[in-house]
């Protein structure tokens, strides 16, 4: 997806990745000065793409950060989200919500043994959560993680299924239930944001279990 972009468009991944970011941090993410980065910025926001606000710390000068506008997100669109809306829909009217749920059931079986497959071989857990960013990375997601103290920090910053979880919202716990499964017995996989509740990002904490 970031190979897509024109090269004055990077801005947008940055601020996707990375959420609301100062003019300085953008511009250190581009390679370029500050005066070459607002030139960007100004120019996205003339396209309706970003937008800044100003924020007031203490005593200090006032400073502007970037976020995305409404259409700066829809730069990382939904995979076919009007036809599996639809099938969904129709799939809850015609079979009934039993056979919804059955689907997801049978979808998450399927997610879990295809990502344990890809696991083999990789006990470790931080080994296993690298090989997940890269898979859900393949799928869309522009995952990623971080080290914390006691544990890691698994970010999701995009969600391609966005309009299929949002009219059933079982594909978001069947997700969750495919990340602990994949991850071990021995971690503890919590949500801790969700884009549809209205995130910037879904993000979970992995720790080992008893923490």
């Excluded at 990502?115 to 470790?124: A, I, K, R, S, T």
Aim: with cysteine; hydrophobic share 40%.
């Amino acid at each position: 997806m970031k190979k897509n972009l024109a090269e004055n468009e990077k801005a947008i991944w940055i601020l996707k990745t990375r959420g609301p970011q100062p003019l300085t941090a953008i511009a250190t993410e581009l390679g370029i000065t500050t005066e070459g980065a607002r030139f960007q910025l100004l120019k996205l926001t003339n396209e309706g793409l970003v937008e800044a606000t100003t924020i007031v710390k203490g005593r200090g000068r006032p400073q502007q950060i970037w976020a995305l506008t409404q259409l700066g997100n829809s730069r990382f669109p939904d995979m076919h989200a009007e036809v599996t809306v639809k099938l969904i829909k129709l799939m809850r009217e015609t079979l009934g919500e039993p056979a919804v749920q059955a689907v997801i059931a049978a979808n998450e079986k399927s997610n879990t043994h295809k990502y344990l497959n890809e696991m083999e071989g990789l006990p470790d857990m931080e080994d296993r959560l690298r090989k997940l960013v890269e898979i859900r990375n393949q799928e869309g997601y522009m995952a990623e993680y971080q080290k914390e103290d006691s544990g890691y920090l698994f970010i999701e910053n995009h969600c391609p299924i966005c309009a299929a979880a949002t009219a059933c919202q079982g594909f978001c716990k069947a997700e969750l239930n495919t990340f602990q499964a994949i991850l071990g017995e021995d971690v503890v996989v919590t949500r801790i944001d969700h884009i549809l509740a209205g995130a910037r990002r879904c993000a979970y904490r992995v720790a080992p279990a008893g923490i």
